[in-house]
């Protein structure tokens, strides 16, 4: 039987760093949001969207506010970088990348019938 090679990614210290980063902006974020502040909480999150965050939080957090605003074009430019970055993902297991691409699919579906509607 032939012995494959599988390559792991290893993470790096800087990518440790950055994941440090986000995950601390998005605590921060999830504050201003609960003082009523959606400017900073939008800019935070939308920073760890820029930089393809591995979680779900600030895209999902973008969306709903974005939703709540009637801001709807950017709400589905959020949703379709969301589902470009969980089908790239690498941190989390091929079901748990299936699951998460699909409940962000189902939301741009539900967004693209209400803007129809």
Same mark, same amino acid.
């Given at each position: 039987? %032939?012995?494959?090679? =599988?390559? !792991?990614?290893?993470?790096? #210290? ?6 440090? %980063?986000?995950?601390? &902006?998005? $605590?921060?974020? #999830? /504050?201003?949001?609960?003082? @009523?502040? #959606?400017?900073? %909480?939008?800019? #935070?999150?939308?920073?760890? !969207? /820029?930089? %393809?965050?591995? @979680?779900? $939080?600030?895209?999902?957090?973008? =969306? ?6 009637? /801001? ?12 470009? !970055?969980?089908?790239?993902?690498? &941190?989390?297991?091929?079901?748990? +990348? &299936?699951?998460? !691409?699909?409940?962000?699919?189902? &939301? $741009? ?5 209400? +803007?129809?509607?």
């Amino acid at each position: 039987m %032939a012995s494959r090679r =599988v390559e !792991v990614e290893r993470e790096t #210290l800087e990518d440790r760093w950055l994941l440090e %980063a986000q995950t601390a &902006r998005n $605590l921060e974020a #999830l /504050a201003f949001e609960q003082a @009523g502040d #959606l400017e900073q %909480a939008i800019a #935070l999150y939308e920073r760890n !969207v /820029a930089e %393809a965050f591995p @979680g779900d $939080l600030p895209y999902g957090r973008l =969306v709903m506010l974005y939703e709540r605003s009637g /801001a709807l074009d950017e709400a589905e430019r959020v949703l379709r970088r969301a589902i470009e !970055v969980f089908e790239g993902s690498r &941190r989390r297991t091929a079901a748990d +990348r &299936r699951a998460t !691409v699909r409940v962000f699919k189902n &939301r $741009l579906k539900l967004l693209t019938k209400r +803007r129809t509607a």
